[in-house]
């Protein structure tokens, strides 16, 4: 099966039931059993529920896994595949990760002594000087957020099979449409379902998919003894989401690539950032490893002014001005003040994010809606 035929079919049968082509919302947390341990394979819906089978068979399949797991939200899904590991060890991820996963990895997993190295993985070198034998797991993100860097998953998976160490990557900027992880080599892929899988900024869910049956089992052993599970009711929503994902990715591309354009020949803009562009750094990789270059995209007005910046944010009539991406809706935001403002500026400039940076989440509206509105903010 090719890869538009999966997010629909992919994992998926007729309900046994009564034939329904959508899995029913079995909105239960415990089952029926005929006698004691007699039942359909269903006791308890934090262990198993059969709407969040089809949609962990459909996690499983977009990604090119065998397995699938569902949780209550991304963070959640970072959080077991963290609990894989023991006091001691030592993790090495990218220095421009989402934030909620900076917070998670700093402030929650080092008090249990689990040590944390963040550098920037540009370059393999950066991240081969961080390993030593208690390294157990290489978290990557690409691309990264807000600055659109791309990191080379298959030239990392090869260093971390040279060190036997796992490599987990954060997908929920690409997507499974753009890229795949697993079959670039990486051992885990993790997504934000919250993002492009689900699509319509209505569920909070996280993801994992893997190969390999004994890390899938300790995956499971987790996720059902911590519990971190997700709904019916929402993995239906994500489900119903999946079924469009290449449709909307397509168009989320086609209008960024537009807005890129549009960007760069614009007077009052200094950087646009976009990995489609040639004149970003990462251009190559990215041409390499995914299919198209997705919906995000960030840019700097002239002059680096930090009011004006806000004044075209509040400016834009189509593009809200909101947390979160992945959306059928465009959205604006301002990282200096709002996703990356408990960063140090000092700090947080070096990465690039500087007062005039704004981050597009481009969505699947009419393009020449999109352009206008960017031009009424920029030019009032
Ligand atoms: C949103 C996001 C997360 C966290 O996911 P939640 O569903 O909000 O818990 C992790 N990584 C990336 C790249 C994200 O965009």
């Not at 994010?353 to 597009?360: E, K, M, N, P, Q």
Request: charged letters at 20%.
């Amino acid at each position: 099966m090719k890869f538009n035929t999966k997010t629909i079919h992919g994992g998926q049968s007729p309900d046994k039931a009564y034939g329904s082509v959508m899995p029913p919302i079995y909105q239960t947390s415990t089952y029926a059993q005929t006698t004691p341990g007699g039942h359909k394979g269903y006791e308890y819906s934090r262990t198993h529920n059969p709407t969040r089978g089809a949609l962990e068979k459909s996690f499983a399949s977009i990604e090119n896994g065998h397995y699938g797991l569902a949780f209550g939200s991304g963070l959640a899904a970072i959080d077991a595949v963290i609990k894989l590991l023991e006091p001691g060890d030592e993790v090495i991820s990218t220095n421009d990760l989402y934030g909620g996963t900076y917070r998670l990895f700093t402030k929650i997993y080092e008090k249990f002594q689990i040590k944390f190295h963040f550098t920037g993985m540009q370059e393999i070198q950066q991240i081969e000087h961080c390993i030593s034998p208690k390294t157990k797991l290489i978290w990557v993100e690409t691309p990264t957020n807000p600055m659109l860097n791309i990191i080379d998953i298959k030239a990392v998976s090869a260093l971390a099979k040279k060190h036997s160490v796992l490599l987990a990557v954060d997908n929920t900027f690409a997507t499974p449409y753009l890229q795949r992880p697993l079959d670039l080599g990486a051992d885990i892929v993790m997504h934000s379902a919250t993002k492009y899988l689900g699509g319509h900024s209505d569920v909070v869910m996280g993801a994992l998919a893997v190969n390999d049956k004994t890390l899938a089992d300790r995956l499971y052993f987790i996720q059902n003894a911590s519990g971190a599970v997700c709904g019916p009711q929402d993995s239906f929503l994500v489900l119903r989401g999946i079924k469009t994902l290449h449709v909307r990715m397509q168009r989320h591309c086609e209008n960024s690539r537009a807005v890129a354009n549009f960007l760069m020949m614009h007077p009052m803009v200094e950087n646009v950032y976009w990995p489609g562009l040639p004149s970003h750094p990462n251009h190559q990789i990215a041409s390499e490893q995914m299919e198209d270059f997705g919906g995000m995209l960030s840019f700097t007005t002239k002059g680096n002014n930090y009011h004006k910046a806000l004044k075209v944010l509040e400016r834009l009539k189509i593009f809200t001005l909101a947390e979160s991406l992945g959306g059928v809706e465009s959205l604006a935001g301002h990282p200096a003040s709002m996703t990356h403002a408990s960063i140090p500026r000092a700090e947080r400039e070096k990465t690039g994010v500087v007062d005039s940076l704004i981050r597009l989440s481009i969505g699947i509206e009419d393009i020449e809606d999109l352009k206008a509105d960017l031009k009424q903010a920029l030019e009032a």
